[in-house]
C-alpha cells in the first residue's frame, strides 16, 4: 500500500529556512505528479507547490522566489525548501501524489507536517 510519510517541519523564526521531505513507500510515483500543500488553522487546504515528472515546477504566487520544490525519484522523495520565512506560512504542510492510470487518478496524502514561523 502506498504511504507518503513527511518529516522536517518544526518552529522557526521569521526569515528562517526549513527543508520538508517526503518519502514515498510501497509504490513508486517516478511518473507522479508530486506537490506540497497546506491548510492553516480555519482555513481550506491550498497548493504550495508541485513538481512533474518532467520536473516542471508551479508554485503559489505567495511563495514565489522563497520555495523551491525538488524530486528525487532514486530515493523516491520529493523536498521543499522554504527560504525566508514568514508567519503567514504558518500551516500544516502535507505531502501529495497524483498518478493517472489510464482514466483513473489516484491521490495520496501524507499525515502532514507543522511548520510554525514565529519570535
Known amino acids: 500500500q502506498a504511504q507518503l510519510v513527511e518529516s522536517g517541519g518544526g518552529l522557526v523564526q521569521p526569515g528562517g529556512s526549513l527543508r520538508l521531505s517526503c518519502a514515498a513507500s510501497g509504490s513508486r510515483f517516478t511518473n507522479s505528479v508530486m506537490g506540497w500543500y497546506r491548510q492553516a488553522p480555519g482555513k481550506q487546504r491550498v497548493m504550495v507547490a508541485t513538481i512533474t515528472s518532467g520536473g516542471s515546477t508551479n508554485y503559489r504566487d505567495t511563495v514565489k522566489g522563497r520555495f523551491t520544490i525538488s524530486r528525487d525519484n532514486a530515493k523516491n522523495t520529493v523536498y521543499l525548501q522554504m527560504n525566508a520565512l514568514k508567519p503567514e506560512d504558518t500551516a500544516v504542510y502535507y505531502c501529495?501524489?497524483?498518478?493517472?492510470?489510464?482514466?483513473?487518478?489516484?491521490?495520496?496524502w501524507g499525515q502532514g507536517t507543522q511548520v510554525t514561523v514565529s519570535s
Open positions: 501529495n501524489a497524483l498518478s493517472t492510470v489510464g482514466s483513473l487518478e489516484y491521490s495520496y
